[in-house]
Nanobody, 123 residues
Framework: QVQLVESGGGLVQAGGSLRLSCAAS????????MGWFRRAPGKDREFVAA????????LYADSGEGRFTISRDNAKNTVYLQMNSLKPEDTAVYYC????????????????WGQGTQVTVSS
């Protein structure tokens, strides 16, 4: 049973930073690409970022390009999302996901999902 548990969400002022973490268990972490998605109030879930199994390849949505950084530590079975220069429009529930490839995750082809962590950015 694969489990993904997110943490690190919270309330932050515009311009601030947060680092989200997602701890994985139940599978060989390095065998899966990992990604982050978000769902803002009243909107569909959208892709944020993905990282390849090795961590060499990364993909970002335009909304986070230059502000967000995805990384992973295969020794700790954890993937991170560093978010800088946060904006009120970044307010959403952020979800961690695992899939076969980073490109597949960009197309929402995730195999496993976490429960989500709330990020609220105040203006």
């Amino acid at each position: 049973q694969v489990q993904l548990v997110e943490s690190g969400g919270g309330l932050v002022q515009a311009g601030g930073s947060l680092r989200l973490s997602c701890a994985a268990s139940g599978h060989t972490f390095s065998s899966k690409a990992m990604g982050w998605f978000r769902r803002a109030p009243g909107k569909d879930r959208e892709f944020v970022a993905a990282i390849s199994r090795s961590g060499v390849g990364t993909l970002y949505a335009d909304s986070g390009e230059g502000r967000f950084t995805i990384s992973r530590d295969n020794a700790k079975n954890t993937v991170y999302l560093q978010m800088n220069s946060l904006k009120p429009e970044d307010t959403a529930v952020y979800y961690c996901a695992a899939g076969s490839t980073a490109d597949g995750l960009r197309r929402s082809l995730a195999e496993y999902w976490g429960q989500g962590t709330q990020v609220t950015v105040s203006s």
